[in-house]
């Protein structure tokens, strides 16, 4: 059988972004090299905010056309201090994630070795959680705008659109996620007390598709109790669904408890494989330390190591979590972790690691 080859789209973007998606690039390749089971290519793409400067856009016209030729993108972080932060989310990764329907979002979340759980009455076991956020609409559809400009009535609408068939498709896959795993827990959140439309929509659709997964013990929470009892009974959770927003929020919180957002990886995923999908730290481009040399690239090395699952190479993507997991066990931790390792030393360390 021939070698399987990938090409995989690298957009490192802004901030650290560029650092952590060079350093697990090395990773990536060093992998392949020792491992010989699959070949690697990554093609860069300088889309991002030094680009928009001089482009006056994000991205090219052709971009859906040619990044519809990889088999995965590596993505790293967007925003910078001198643009709106609207101008550039909506400008880069959002031209991306609606239409490529990347509409499920998965980001799981546990204790990473090196981390500690932040709430004193919770174990490291209480929490291992896979956060489902729905990708492609509710609050983030794009639609409303402003009207009476600088007049006292200004008014300024952001319009929720939920359809039936957006919300149906994340929540089968969500059910097929809280299957796959030991618990087939989940947990379905909204806000269907004070949001009528949409949310109640939610809840009937999530009803209708629970009775086609019948070993699956599901719950529904509202938003703001999901809070509180994520923090306080960590333990009855496994699988979460909800909104682009509501999750958005959710899997910072999530990531913040079990350790650090410097972990936390992400996967927008087209599940009917049509568009490639897109791997990132769910953190973004924090100019505060951007140059410094020292952003954690845990987050991006965890993503490109569910890139390589999502692509067919999960006994590489298992080598590389276990290489990654015992370089921080051994304390190879960058500052917001405590240690003083550098970007460039972590990558090295894993890089080692492999060889192992
Ligand atoms: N690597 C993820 C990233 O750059 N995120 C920037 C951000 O603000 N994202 C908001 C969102 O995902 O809705």
Same mark, same amino acid.
């Given at each position: ?22 350093? *697990? ?11 010989? *089971? ?151 959140? *909204? ?44 333990? &009855? ?47 973004? &481009? ?71």
């Amino acid at each position: 059988m021939p070698t399987p080859k990938y090409n995989i789209a690298s957009i490192p973007a802004d901030g650290i972004g560029i650092e952590v998606v060079a350093a *697990t690039i090395k990773v990536i390749e060093h992998l392949a090299q020792t491992l010989k *089971t699959f070949e690697i290519e990554f093609t860069h793409f300088p889309w991002g905010s030094d680009y928009y400067k001089k482009e006056g856009r994000y991205l090219p016209d052709d971009v859906l056309d040619v990044l519809r030729k990889y088999d995965a993108c590596l993505f790293g972080a967007v925003g910078a201090p001198d643009i709106p932060d609207h101008i550039s989310l909506w400008g880069l990764l959002l031209a991306l994630r609606g239409p490529m329907q990347l509409y499920a979002n998965v980001r799981p979340v546990r204790p990473f070795p090196g981390t500690r759980v932040r709430f004193a009455e919770s174990k490291p076991s209480d929490i291992d959680w896979v956060l489902v956020r729905e990708n492609s609409e509710g609050e983030y559809a794009g639609q409303g705008g402003r009207s009476h400009l600088n007049q006292p009535w200004e008014t300024a609408t952001e319009v929720a659109i939920f359809t039936r068939i957006g919300i149906e498709r994340i929540m089968r896959f969500a059910f097929e996620t809280a299957r796959s795993r030991p618990r087939k827990l989940l947990t379905v959140v *909204t806000k269907s007390n004070s949001m009528r439309n949409g949310m109640v929509l939610w809840d009937e659709i999530a009803r209708e598709v629970a009775a086609d997964y019948p070993d699956v013990q599901w719950d529904k929470m509202l938003v703001d109790a999901m809070t509180v009892r994520m923090v306080v009974k960590p333990e &009855s959770l496994d699988t979460i669904v909800g909104t682009n927003l509501h999750m958005d929020i959710l899997s910072d919180l999530a990531a913040a408890l079990a350790g650090s957002i410097g972990v936390a990886p992400s996967s927008n995923l087209d599940p009917t494989r049509k568009n490639p999908s897109i791997f990132e730290p769910v953190h973004g &481009s924090a100019f505060d330390i951007t140059g410094k040399g020292i952003a954690n690239p845990v987050a991006t090395i965890w993503s490109a190591a569910e890139m390589l699952r999502w692509v067919g190479e999960a006994s590489a993507a298992d080598t590389l979590m276990t290489a990654l997991e015992e370089v921080c066990r051994k304390g190879v931790l960058t500052p917001d972790l405590g240690g003083t390792a550098t970007t460039e030393s972590v990558a090295t360390a894993v890089c080692k690691e492999i060889e192992v």
